[in-house]
């Protein structure tokens, strides 16, 4: 298993050091890689191409940490690692790169946090060895504006817009419906800017964060954290949930009703949605827990709602 660990004085403070001395000319021949950037309006990334003649992993990392950190020649182009706060460190073990900053990054606002790090991943996931990425702030793992840990990412989370550029980042509140202490109804939970790529549907992004789990104290999870979202795609008002098999694993004491309806009440809360289909790998000839058939469509139902 091959292990790097390396400094900022080290690995950026040299790879900034070369850039300078050899004016930011790069090789005739090589390699074409996209260096991400934040608009100055902070909305969006956009990319220049730079051409490196290494083929080298840990050089590599090296070459591009130094590109995130130079200032572009566009001035509506800005650095991700040109900012307030400082990389000071990072470790490669077995194609996972962990990037350790300093306390300032959590100074970021939420919707430039997230441009600079779609930035920083898009850009050094290109390089061969390097799979996915994960941020540290002073050796904790960083977490959104939600105070849920990001984890590892790769540059799959990040969808390429046509063009250049990845889709803008917006704000937006939702209701999501969890269960109740002993399982048996359902407590809502408003949250409140959360930060998504405008690339996902809505309706993809409730049923994520479904799976995820509440935020808050009084509210427990009603679906499996393993489940895998196959699709999610609505149709004529009806939200159609493609799951796979792990959906009918239930590792918590939650009655299926509180399920079904977590999911249904959370999804009919959009505007688009007015009822909703599961289905187990696109099959809806199954019943959940021997008690809710998946061929029939389900409505809101705020009867479960706990209001104590």
């Known amino acids: 298993m091959r292990k790097i660990k390396t400094m900022l004085g080290c690995a950026l403070l040299l790879a900034l050091l070369c850039t300078a001395c050899t004016g930011g000319k790069q090789p005739e021949s090589g390699k074409v890689y996209h260096i991400y950037y934040v608009n100055n309006e902070e909305t969006k990334n956009l990319t220049v191409d730079y051409t490196s003649?290494?083929?080298d992993t840990e050089t590599l990392l090296e070459e591009l940490l130094g590109q995130l950190g130079q200032i572009p020649s566009?001035?509506?182009?800005?650095?991700p690692l040109a900012?307030?706060?400082?990389?000071?460190?990072?470790t490669l073990d077995s194609g996972q790169l962990t990037l350790d900053f300093d306390g300032y990054y959590r100074e970021m606002d939420s919707i430039k946090e997230v441009l600079t790090r779609a930035a920083i991943v898009r850009t050094l996931t290109q390089i061969p060895g390097i799979e996915y990425v994960s941020f540290t702030v002073q050796g904790e793992l960083l977490t959104d504006s939600n105070g849920v840990a990001v984890g590892t990412m790769s540059s799959d989370l990040f969808i390429d817009n046509a063009g250049n550029e990845i889709n803008a980042y917006e704000q937006v509140n939702l209701h999501l419906y969890f269960a109740n202490e002993d399982g048996t109804g359902l407590v809502e939970e408003n949250r409140r800017n959360v930060v998504y790529s405008s690339n996902i549907a809505m309706e993809k992004l409730v049923v994520e964060k479904l799976v995820a789990g509440p935020e808050a104290e009084d509210a427990y999870p009603?679906?499996?954290?393993?489940?895998?979202?196959?699709?999610?795609?609505?149709r004529d008002g009806t939200c159609y949930v493609n799951l796979d098999q792990t959906f009918l694993n239930q590792p918590y004491n939650v009655s299926a009703e509180v399920t079904i309806y977590s999911i249904t009440n959370s999804l009919v809360e959009l505007p688009n949605v007015?009822?909703?289909?599961?289905?187990?790998g696109g099959e809806t000839d199954i019943s959940y827990r021997e008690k809710f058939s998946l061929s029939d469509v389900y409505e809101r139902n705020l009867d479960l709602l706990d209001t104590q």
């Open 53 to 55: 003649g290494t083929e």
């Open 74 to 79: 566009k001035f509506e182009y800005e650095a």
């Open 83 to 90: 900012g307030s706060f400082a990389l000071l460190g990072y």
């Open 222 to 234: 009603t679906i499996n954290p393993q489940t895998k979202i196959i699709s999610v795609a609505v």
């Open 274 to 280: 007015n009822r909703v289909q599961i289905s187990i």
